[in-house]
C-alpha cells in the first residue's frame, strides 16, 4: 500500500462512480476504518458504527434501494436550475456519473454505511427547560459527529487507490437498508460509500475560489490571499 501526501489527497479525491470488480483488501479497510475513527465527535462519545458490506447479494439489495430512492430524486432535480458556478458541460458530466452509480452501485465490491448510534448521545434529563428547549433546536449538528469520519473515510481511500463517493440518497428508505444489514432502531444512517478501485481517474478537484467564499472580519470582506 503506498500512501501519498495528505494534500495530493485532498486535492484528488473526487467523486468516482463506476468500479473495477477488483476485490478489495481487508487490511485496506481496516487502515480506512482505523482512519475514520480517527475523527472527532461531540463530546468525544465516539458513538459512531460502521457496517462493511461485502456480500454480493447484499450489495444488490442496497443498490436496489439506492436506485429506488434516486428514480424519486430525479423527480426533485428535473426543474432544479444549474447553480451558477458550474458550467452546462459540468452539470451534465455530474448527472452522469450520478446516473451511472444509480443503476450500478452493486459494482463497487464494498458498500459502506457510516452510521450514529443515538442512544448514549441523548442530552442529560435535569438540563433549565430553557436549554433543554435550545438543544433540541440543535437539529442542524445531527450530522456532525460523523460526518468528519465520513471524510477521513475518503481521504483514507484515496491514500490506498481506492476510490468512493459520500452519498445519502438512500435515506429516502433507510427503514429498508437499516433491515438489509439487521441495523437496530436507535442506530440512523448518514452515508453510504460504494468503495473499490476506480475506473477513472482521480482529481483535480474543481471548487470556487477561496476569494468568493471566504471573508476578513465581517461578511462582504473577501478573504484576499491566494493559495500557491
Ligand atoms: C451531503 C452530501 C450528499 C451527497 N449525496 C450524494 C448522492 O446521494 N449520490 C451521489 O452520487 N453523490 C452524492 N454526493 C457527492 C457530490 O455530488 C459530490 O461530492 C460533488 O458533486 C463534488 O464532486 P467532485 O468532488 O467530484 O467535484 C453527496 C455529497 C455530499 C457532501
Not at 129 to 134: F, N, R, V, Y
Not at 159 to 181: I, N, Q, R, W, Y
Not at 193 to 221: C, M, T
Amino acid at each position: 500500500m503506498d500512501e501519498i501526501g495528505l494534500f495530493e489527497a485532498i486535492y484528488s479525491a473526487r467523486a468516482l462512480r463506476r468500479f473495477k470488480p477488483d476485490p478489495v483488501p481487508d487490511e485496506a479497510i481496516t487502515r480506512v476504518l482505523d482512519a475514520a475513527i480517527r475523527a472527532p465527535s461531540g463530546s468525544n462519545q465516539q458513538h459512531w458504527l460502521f457496517v462493511v458490506v461485502k456480500d454480493a447479494e447484499l450489495r444488490r439489495k442496497l443498490s436496489a434501494i439506492y436506485h429506488k430512492s434516486s428514480q424519486l430524486m430525479m423527480k426533485f432535480y428535473a426543474n432544479r436550475p444549474r447553480p451558477a458556478h458550474m458550467s452546462e458541460q459540468e452539470q451534465n458530466r455530474l448527472l452522469k456519473s450520478a446516473s451511472y452509480l444509480f443503476e450500478n452501485m452493486h459494482e463497487a465490491p464494498i458498500l459502506l454505511l457510516a452510521c450514529l448510534k443515538q442512544e448514549g448521545a441523548s442530552a442529560p434529563q435535569n438540563l433549565p427547560p430553557d436549554l433543554a428547549e435550545k438543544m433540541r433546536g440543535l437539529q442542524r449538528t445531527s450530522g456532525s459527529s460523523i460526518y468528519p469520519a465520513v471524510q477521513n473515510i475518503i481521504l483514507a481511500c484515496r491514500a490506498f487507490g481506492l476510490s468512493t463517493v459520500l452519498t445519502t440518497l438512500h435515506l429516502l428508505h433507510e427503514d429498508e437498508v437499516k433491515a438489509v444489514v439487521g441495523l437496530p432502531p436507535e442506530v440512523q444512517t448518514y452515508a453510504l460509500l460504494p468503495i473499490g478501485y476506480p475506473r477513472d481517474k482521480f482529481g483535480p478537484v474543481k471548487r470556487k475560489p477561496v476569494s468568493e467564499v471566504a471573508f476578513l472580519d465581517r461578511y462582504g470582506n473577501p478573504w484576499k490571499g491566494k493559495a500557491e
